[in-house]
């Protein structure tokens, strides 16, 4: 596979939404289906299962290869959504205010890079982004912030984010 001009892009952005597919599920793991929040979290994970599928697609198209930190990740992300979870609905939706927050902030930048040099990556990362800034609005309205120590674990859970994209931009 071949690196083409903005696949870094691509491949940071399927790695978060393979993420965050991941932290769903580990939510869904402990919350299951009768839980405060988890039709509201089933939800969510259906549009990230979404965006991962139209990623993966343009990924493909484009020769794009994928980071190789992927398996971290994957437990990472599991583990994530699992601990918040086991905490509480509250923390639950405070892990997806917190990621979301990044994650808009991400891809508005990205926005701006991009200017009109890549319709079809800046329609998907637009669309993406209005689903994202819509899930924290969820989260929010469902609680997060009263989450047990909603500043540290907000915090934590943002940093941690901000990492990620950095490491999944280049590896």
Do not use: K
Not at 24 to 42: D, F, K, N, T, W
Not at 77 to 91: C, D, F, K, N
């Amino acid at each position: 596979m071949t690196d083409q001009p903005n696949a870094r892009m691509v491949r940071v952005d399927q790695a978060g939404e393979y993420g965050a597919t991941r932290i769903y599920a580990g939510q869904m793991a402990v919350m299951g289906s009768r839980a405060p929040h988890s039709a509201l979290v089933a939800g969510m994970a259906a549009q990230e299962a979404d965006h991962l599928d139209r990623f993966d697609a343009i990924m493909a198209r484009r020769g794009v290869r994928p980071t190789a930190l992927q398996p971290l990740w994957s437990v990472a992300g599991y583990a994530l959504g699992a601990a918040t979870a086991l905490i509480g609905p509250e923390a639950a939706m405070a892990c997806t205010s917190a990621i979301e927050t990044e994650i808009d902030l991400h891809y508005t930048r990205q926005l701006e890079d991009l200017g009109d040099g890549d319709p079809e990556l800046s329609e998907a990362i637009r669309e993406f982004r209005d689903d994202e800034r819509e899930h924290r609005d969820t989260a929010l309205a469902a609680g997060a912030e009263r989450a047990p120590a909603y500043p540290l674990l907000s915090g934590a859970i943002r940093l941690g984010c901000r990492l990620a994209i950095r490491l999944s931009e280049r590896i």
